[in-house]
């Protein structure tokens, strides 16, 4: 992917959308009566005590959340097209908005935990090194500012360049490291006699030195790389990847369900941040051998590899940064990417069907799996990284229908009547989820909000997943609807990094606003949850079924603000 480009908006085709400029922005509309509830007030004094000052401010920030919604432009179709989401920061606020993020961001995990020695330690026997895999084409210098930005992250223990433009030799003494840092990953470049395209990182992978691989494209920045590791480690053998709320949402439709035939996979896009095993890049080496596939849509190989591995992506919504996409596609002999795009992601559904159904038994020859990974799409409770990349934020409740709701025959002629189908159920509009995603609990602005769409349930829940375990005595939720109905509601629960045994904690609840609920936390230091006190997740669960949805806009884990 990363060697193509679509006049400035490279596939896949999020528009230009930086980390400075989100979708929905500070607008604030629902599609139902229950999300459009929001808490106004004024006031007329003159001079303000400094308690009712903070009244009055948190009102202020209610109603102008209130006022936002009044504002929110239309978006209720499907995405076509690219540029159709928003314009594109000027070139030098994003100069500045990528400075800032190589100024500041580096990793909470340590080098001294990915040695060899440190590998070896019964506490770290979760930690996974990694292969980075990057593709080269025209955007040199965005090439060269991932390779050092990857550096910084320990885990990144060998960066794979290839280079498929035949005009240009790179080698390693074109990348520069900042030691600042830590130690230098192990740098292999190659260079290609010709393009091969997407197939070159599947190659790259297969012939990597670790057993998992993490994908960039040379377009994109990945701000939130410690959160996505993080994810990646829970359930290592599925493909894990992220990208921003209405790309999401559009996945989560570009799913092919067949549980008769054992089918149950989807599409996503790798190139802003994916972590895949290297088995699964082996294996889609042998399916294209053993395939008919022609070597015009082996160019377009990625569009094939997230549906034939036959599990559906763990993907995590954010708001992505941009480098450099003014580049040409390398495949410029392409009259339509996004119609080509669609055929061969349709093609890649199409060929696993016949497949599965043409052998019902599984069989040495059959090079498809059958069997679903664990943990199923309904168990994948970690939805974005928050805006420090420090933790996660996760919650049980899901607005999109279930996958297997629609079931795939193998008839569908184009992605519209895939689109279709899933739209005829409860589906959020994309007005509705560019305003109200997930990210926006945790995007560490006020004014945006994640609405659950959905009425939470009793035993639903909403919480935090902790990139390093974290002593935890207070936890503060925002909303811009009152919280006080949740008083004798919930019960709070913390587990280790595994999450499979949880254990109840003590609380008392503080209300400084209508809007605003403080949890004092006091769990039991004893046990295999909770050793010492400190904590990898953190979940407020709901003991009874809510009277209307749940809406978050900020929170507080003890002195970190989300």
């Given at each position: 992917m990363?060697s193509?480009s679509?006049n400035g908006a490279?596939?896949?085709?999020?528009g230009?959308?930086?980390s400075?400029?989100?979708?929905g922005?500070n607008?604030?509309?629902s599609t139902?009566?229950s999300n459009?509830?929001s808490n106004?007030?004024t006031s007329?004094?003159?001079?303000?005590?400094?308690a009712k000052?903070?009244v009055?401010?948190g009102?202020?920030?209610?109603s102008?959340?209130?006022?936002?919604r009044?504002?929110t432009p239309?978006?209720d179709?499907?995405?076509?097209?690219?540029g159709?989401?928003?314009?594109?920061?000027d070139?030098m606020?994003q100069?500045?908005?990528?400075?800032?993020?190589?100024?500041?961001r580096?990793?909470?995990?340590s080098?001294?935990?990915?040695?060899?020695?440190?590998l070896?330690?019964?506490?770290n026997?979760?930690?996974?090194?990694?292969?980075a895999?990057?593709l080269g084409?025209?955007?040199?210098?965005g090439?060269?500012?991932?390779?050092?930005y990857?550096?910084?992250?320990?885990?990144?223990?060998q960066i794979?360049v290839?280079?498929?433009n035949?005009d240009i030799?790179?080698?390693?003494r074109?990348?520069?490291?900042?030691s600042?840092?830590?130690?230098?990953?192990?740098l292999?470049?190659?260079?290609a006699?010709?393009?091969?395209?997407?197939?070159?990182k599947?190659?790259s992978c297969?012939l990597?030195?670790?057993k998992?691989?993490?994908f960039?494209?040379?377009?994109?920045?990945?701000?939130?790389?410690?959160a996505?590791?993080t994810?990646?480690?829970t359930?290592?053998?599925l493909l894990?990847?992220n990208t921003?709320?209405?790309?999401?949402?559009e996945h989560r439709?570009?799913?092919?369900?067949n549980e008769?035939y054992?089918?149950?996979?989807?599409f996503?896009w790798?190139g802003?941040?994916s972590?895949?095993?290297?088995?699964?890049?082996?294996r889609?080496?042998?399916q294209?051998g053993?395939?008919?596939?022609?070597?015009?849509?082996s160019k377009?190989?990625?569009?094939?590899?997230s549906?034939?591995?036959?599990?559906?992506?763990?993907q995590?919504?954010?708001?992505?940064?941009?480098l450099?996409q003014k580049?040409?596609?390398?495949?410029?002999?392409?009259d339509s990417?996004?119609?080509?795009?669609?055929i061969?992601m349709?093609?890649a559904?199409d060929?696993?069907y016949?497949?599965l159904?043409?052998n019902f038994?599984?069989t040495?020859?059959?090079?498809f799996a059958?069997?679903q990974?664990?943990?199923?799409?309904?168990d994948?409770?970690a939805r974005?990284?928050?805006?420090n990349d420090?933790c996660?934020f996760?919650t049980?409740?899901?607005?999109?229908?279930?996958?297997?709701?629609?079931?795939f025959?193998?008839?569908?002629?184009?992605i519209?009547?895939q689109?279709?189908?899933f739209l005829?159920?409860?589906?959020?509009?994309n007005q509705?989820w560019a305003?109200?995603?997930y990210?926006?609990?945790?995007?560490?602005?006020?004014?945006?909000?994640?609405n659950?769409?959905?009425?939470?349930q009793?035993?639903?829940?909403f919480?935090?997943?902790?990139?390093?375990?974290?002593?935890?005595?207070?936890?503060?939720v925002?909303?811009?609807?009152?919280l006080?109905s949740?008083e004798g509601?919930i019960?709070?629960?913390v587990?280790?990094?595994i999450?499979e045994h949880?254990?109840t904690c003590t609380?008392t609840t503080?209300y400084?606003?209508?809007?605003t609920m403080?949890?004092?936390?006091?769990c039991?230091?004893?046990g295999?949850?909770?050793?010492?006190g400190l904590?990898d997740?953190?979940?407020?669960q709901f003991?009874n079924?809510?009277?209307?949805?749940l809406?978050?806009?900020g929170?507080?884990?003890g002195?970190?603000?989300l």
């Amino acid at each position: 992917m990363n060697s193509r480009s679509n006049n400035g908006a490279s596939l896949p085709y999020f528009g230009n959308v930086s980390s400075g400029r989100r979708l929905g922005g500070n607008n604030s509309t629902s599609t139902s009566n229950s999300n459009n509830n929001s808490n106004n007030g004024t006031s007329n004094t003159r001079r303000l005590s400094p308690a009712k000052f903070l009244v009055f401010l948190g009102l202020c920030i209610v109603s102008l959340l209130a006022l936002s919604r009044m504002f929110t432009p239309a978006i209720d179709s499907p995405i076509d097209k690219p540029g159709q989401m928003d314009e594109p920061a000027d070139d030098m606020e994003q100069r500045q908005i990528v400075q800032q993020i190589l100024d500041s961001r580096k990793s909470s995990y340590s080098f001294d935990d990915f040695t060899d020695e440190g590998l070896a330690k019964t506490e770290n026997e979760h930690l996974l090194p990694t292969t980075a895999v990057l593709l080269g084409w025209k955007r040199i210098e965005g090439l060269k500012l991932i390779v050092n930005y990857l550096a910084r992250y320990p885990y990144i223990k060998q960066i794979i360049v290839w280079n498929n433009n035949k005009d240009i030799t790179l080698s390693k003494r074109d990348f520069a490291f900042d030691s600042q840092y830590g130690p230098r990953p192990e740098l292999q470049v190659y260079n290609a006699a010709e393009n091969l395209h997407d197939i070159a990182k599947y190659m790259s992978c297969s012939l990597a030195k670790y057993k998992h691989c993490y994908f960039q494209d040379d377009d994109w920045l990945n701000t939130h790389m410690d959160a996505l590791y993080t994810n990646f480690l829970t359930s290592p053998s599925l493909l894990h990847t992220n990208t921003q709320p209405l790309i999401q949402m559009e996945h989560r439709r570009w799913t092919f369900t067949n549980e008769n035939y054992d089918m149950h996979t989807g599409f996503s896009w790798l190139g802003t941040g994916s972590y895949i095993p290297q088995e699964k890049a082996q294996r889609l080496l042998t399916q294209r051998g053993n395939s008919t596939l022609s070597m015009d849509r082996s160019k377009f190989i990625d569009m094939y590899f997230s549906i034939w591995t036959n599990q559906y992506p763990y993907q995590l919504v954010n708001y992505l940064t941009e480098l450099d996409q003014k580049k040409e596609w390398s495949n410029e002999e392409v009259d339509s990417h996004w119609s080509t795009v669609f055929i061969n992601m349709l093609d890649a559904a199409d060929r696993l069907y016949s497949a599965l159904v043409g052998n019902f038994e599984v069989t040495d020859k059959d090079y498809f799996a059958r069997k679903q990974e664990r943990p199923y799409v309904e168990d994948r409770h970690a939805r974005s990284p928050c805006h420090n990349d420090r933790c996660l934020f996760m919650t049980s409740i899901d607005p999109f229908p279930g996958p297997n709701e629609i079931v795939f025959k193998g008839d569908v002629m184009t992605i519209d009547e895939q689109n279709s189908k899933f739209l005829e159920l409860d589906y959020p509009t994309n007005q509705f989820w560019a305003t109200f995603s997930y990210v926006h609990a945790v995007d560490n602005d006020p004014l945006t909000c994640w609405n659950s769409f959905k009425i939470p349930q009793a035993g639903d829940s909403f919480g935090l997943r902790f990139v390093k375990p974290t002593l935890l005595k207070h936890l503060t939720v925002t909303s811009s609807k009152s919280l006080t109905s949740l008083e004798g509601q919930i019960t709070v629960l913390v587990s280790d990094r595994i999450g499979e045994h949880w254990t109840t904690c003590t609380h008392t609840t503080k209300y400084p606003f209508v809007h605003t609920m403080t949890l004092d936390i006091t769990c039991p230091s004893a046990g295999p949850t909770v050793p010492s006190g400190l904590i990898d997740i953190v979940k407020i669960q709901f003991d009874n079924t809510l009277e209307k949805s749940l809406e978050i806009c900020g929170m507080d884990a003890g002195g970190m603000i989300l």
